[in-house]
């Protein structure tokens, strides 16, 4: 039986959030979905690109829609202006989850998504009971894997990266926006538990700030024992990202 880790660096001040496919699911397909399909790109590429151009920008005036689709290679007219995320999706016990984090630390949310997305999908409405902060790419100016987007959460809140613990399920943007940041970060991955994964060599000397849960509840239940050490913690990874 492994022993409890000892505690990494300054005790956690902050939980940040990450939204889409860690809480729940968009009910249709979003600007940078709508984009990426007809983008004469690879689709990787494509959605690379969308996030760079669109999840960092507040105004989509049609300067920036010039821009925008100039850097994108489509004709500025055929850019979806008035595409609207139709709604978000919780999933089955997201919302008691975010209730129950609340109840541990403030939570705050940071994700990636663009402004029209954002307003239409009420997330943040939805949540409104439970969040000490709302922090979308495009207020943030930086959108994630850039570490300085938890970095600005963090100057927000007055806490140091190192005193926040993020949520979310991408390894890329996820996982890499908060080890690179200084944080510590608990993945959300369901395929965990059949398939041991390894982290990119470049992240996995960070790998004991690293948990991985395979469900939304596996990572509050791991979040609460991480601050009451009372109680056994989850399995973690080793420093090659595989899971002990």
């Known amino acids: 039986m492994m022993a409890t880790p000892p505690p990494l660096g300054p005790a956690p001040q902050l939980i940040t959030l990450d939204i889409g496919y860690t809480l729940g699911a ?21 959605r690379r690109i969308v996030q760079c151009h669109l999840h960092t920008l507040d105004v989509l005036d049609d300067e920036t829609i010039s821009r925008v689709s100039q850097d994108l290679h489509i004709p500025a007219g055929a850019f979806p202006r008035d595409h609207r995320l ?27 998504i663009t402004r029209a997305d954002d307003a239409a999908s009420a997330v943040a409405q939805t949540l409104r009971p439970y969040l000490s902060g709302h922090h979308p790419s495009y207020l943030l100016g930086y959108a994630k894997p850039d570490p300085r987007a938890l970095r600005a959460v963090a100057a927000a809140h007055g806490v140091s990266p190192e005193q926040i613990i993020h ?18 970060a608990v993945w959300i991955n369901e395929w965990i538990t059949d398939h041991p994964l390894a982290l990119p060599a470049e992240l996995a000397d960070d790998a ?23 109680t056994p913690p989850s399995p973690t990874l080793d420093n090659k990202g595989v899971v002990l």
């Open 26 to 46: 968009p009910g249709g397909s979003s600007l940078t979905v709508v984009l990426a399909e007809d983008l004469p790109l690879p689709e990787a590429e494509a």
């Open 167 to 184: 949520l979310g399920d991408s390894v890329e943007c996820d996982v890499r926006t908060a080890l690179q940041a200084g944080a510590r």
């Open 86 to 112: 139709p709604r978000f999706d919780f999933w089955p016990g997201a919302i008691e989850a975010v209730a129950e984090l609340a109840r541990l630390l403030p939570v705050a949310t940071l994700s990636n």
């Open 208 to 230: 004991g700030r690293l948990h991985v849960a395979p469900t939304l509840t596996a990572a509050v239940a791991y979040v609460r024992g991480l601050l009451n050490p009372s």
